[in-house]
């Protein structure tokens, strides 16, 4: 079993910044890829970023340049900075591992983000 859990949500103004963090626990050996999706209202889970345990990173391109993933292997956390926020980034944001020979994901309990003036 893998858990985790989210933080570093609130509330900021268009332009502002923010940084999540997803600390793993559990069977975290197994996990070989880690990532952030969000889920704004009434609206599907989307890909936000991710990485793998080779470092490489993928972005969607409506984070691109704006977003930077990262990860501590020490510390067993990955980190989402967000910054030149805007309203469209208003939204729950989870984190996400893939662990070897499982086949389905898990998931946090999200951190709500908030971008307002």
């Known amino acids: 079993q893998v858990q985790l859990v989210e933080s570093g949500g609130g509330l900021v103004q268009p332009g502002g910044s923010l940084r999540l963090s997803c600390a793993a626990s559990?069977?975290?050996?197994?996990?070989?890829?880690m990532g952030w999706y969000r889920q704004a209202a009434g609206k599907q889970r989307e890909l936000v970023a991710g990485i793998t345990n080779a470092g490489a990173t993928n972005y969607s391109d409506f984070v691109k340049g704006r977003f930077t993933i990262s990860r501590d292997n020490a510390k067993n956390t990955v980190y989402l900075e967000m910054n030149s926020l805007e309203p469209a980034d208003t939204a729950v944001y989870y984190c996400n591992a893939r662990v070897w020979s499982i086949p389905y994901d898990y998931w946090g309990q999200g951190t709500q983000v908030t971008v307002s003036s």
């Open positions: 559990g069977s975290i050996s197994r996990i070989y890829g």
